[in-house]
């Protein structure tokens, strides 16, 4: 069965990649809770290096996005923390899946619709045993990426520089004055990232226009608590 887990964490990932965080380190000399002002006037730099301190210390957090995955249209939206757990849903062509993870154990619960777009051939097969329950998937499936904010936001050091960044303007993004910081590489492909201006310097929303797969994250609810818990066992049925 082929399904759409690797993909949504390969592209929650290459999503943080095009801030171009590599390089800046972890010890920014930036005013980490500086004033409106000073922090949107500083270089692209020093908000980046402000930026990787302040996300490197997050426990938790909401990502909701739309996103192009081999010409599938994908919507996230998923609250997850640092210790695995998470819980949302997934939409690939219309169709919709829960998602729940414990931090040991995943469950996903979906549509046909959903089926038929992410295991194809093997899409009625599931159907006709899962029916309206829950799967368990084994231990190694790739909801472990999805589901671990730690890899998530270890990509903030793994990614490439080379991108020039320049700083654009403040706006407001879900009711916090944010600064525009963009990105283009040499092939004109651009991303976009907003941070917050004041408090922690956190990573408000991210646009990505590069290549085939264009995509836009929001990430809210930054340190609170992800109550995902397990359903009740008569609505599960062990896949794998």
């Known amino acids: 069965m082929r399904t759409p887990n690797k993909a949504v964490a ?8 095009p801030f171009g965080l590599a390089g800046c380190g972890d010890d920014s ?17 020093e908000i ?6 302040d996300m490197q210390d997050v426990s938790s957090l909401t990502m909701t996005g739309n996103f192009t995955n081999d010409g599938q249209e994908t919507a996230l939206d998923l ?4 210790d695995g757990r998470c819980t949302g849903t997934m939409t690939i062509n219309g169709g919709q899946a829960q998602i ?3 931090g040991t154990d995943s469950f996903l619960k979906a549509d046909e619709a959903f089926w038929t777009a992410s295991a194809g051939d093997t899409a ?18 790739d909801f472990a990426e999805v589901c671990d904010l730690d890899q998530m936001l270890d990509e903030f ?25 963009k990105s283009e590489d040499e092939n004109g492909e651009s991303s976009t ?11 408000l929303k991210l646009s990505s226009s590069e290549g085939d797969e264009p995509g836009e994250f929001t990430f809210t609810n930054y340190d609170e608590e992800v109550d995902a818990q397990a359903p009740a066992d008569d609505q599960i049925v062990p896949l794998g």
Do not use: C, Y
């Open 48 to 53: 980046k290096d402000a930026t990787i301190k």
């Open 157 to 181: 050091n793994d990614t490439d520089d080379d991108k020039k960044a320049t700083v654009g303007d403040v706006t407001e993004i879900d009711g916090q004055d944010a600064v525009e910081i």
């Open 124 to 141: 009625p097969q599931i159907i006709a045993v899962l029916g309206d329950k829950w799967a368990k998937l084994p231990a190694d499936n």
């Open 100 to 102: 729940i993870s414990t």
């Open 79 to 82: 609250s997850t923390d640092v």
């Open 193 to 203: 990232a907003w941070v917050a201006v004041d408090g922690k310097h956190r990573i």
């Open 10 to 17: 390969l592209v929650a990932l290459a999503a943080l990649a």
């Open 29 to 45: 000399d930036g005013d980490s809770e500086g004033g409106s002002k000073s922090f949107a006037d500083q270089s692209a730099e």
